[in-house]
């Protein structure tokens, strides 16, 4: 009889890892907290930079007025010849005017030649606005408050419109954007005599010697999650109240003392 030996098959169990549903939920959750964070500090990212880049425009188009409306104001009634008879022209809470005589000399043209005829001679800043769907240049300030409109007179901070500083040098032009989205102005003169006033009387523009300037500049579009609540005083004292519209604004004052007034 034939001998058969007996085969003994070992049979090994594998188990298969996985994750229990209370891991997946634990997984879950944390993923949760993580993108929530995620998004909060790009949230938080975005309107700070949103914030630096709206401040950023209102300083480049202040940048533009503060670098020339000081310089040109502070040269007011130059008279070098002593025989061009420059002053100021017209001084009002949203307007002033002046001449100097600064230019065309036979010799050298940019020296005076005793008149106030030449370019650049004969300066006048005030509210210009254009009409965003048109392109028209449309009315300012119609109640000549220094609050930019839409040419109603009881229509102030403007509708659908670019309010800008304009500046106008006598000629053909009129007045040309200086600085852009400047929506309020107002001219404060200081008098020989100490006192300060808005609307000087013809007698007293010859007493002008010092001009108080308040600008307050909105950025070029409105911000998203943002709604403007501030109001702001002039160097007048003047309360300015915006609508509760989304521009950032920004309210700059300078005393421009006119070296060339009353000597």
Known sequence: MAYRPHIHLAVTAHREAGFTLVELMIALFISGLVMAALVTIYTAQTRAYSKHDDVADIQQNLRGALAILPREVRLAGCDPEETGGPGILIAERNRLQFTLDVRGNAVNPTSADGDTDDTDENIGYTLTARNNTTN??????????????????????????????????????????????VEAIEFNYILADGSTTLVPSSSDLNDIRSVQVSLLARTSNPSQDFVHTASYTTASGAVWTPPQDNFRRRLVLTTIHCRNLGY
């Not at 109640?143 to 304009?166: H, Q, R, V």
């Open 136 to 181: 028209n240049t449309v009315p300012a300030d119609s109640d000549n408050n220094g609050i930019i409109d839409s040419g109603g007179a009881d229509w102030n901070w403007g509708n659908n419109i670019t309010p800008s500083l304009g500046r106008q040098t006598g000629g053909a032009g009129g007045f040309q954007p200086l600085a852009n989205n």
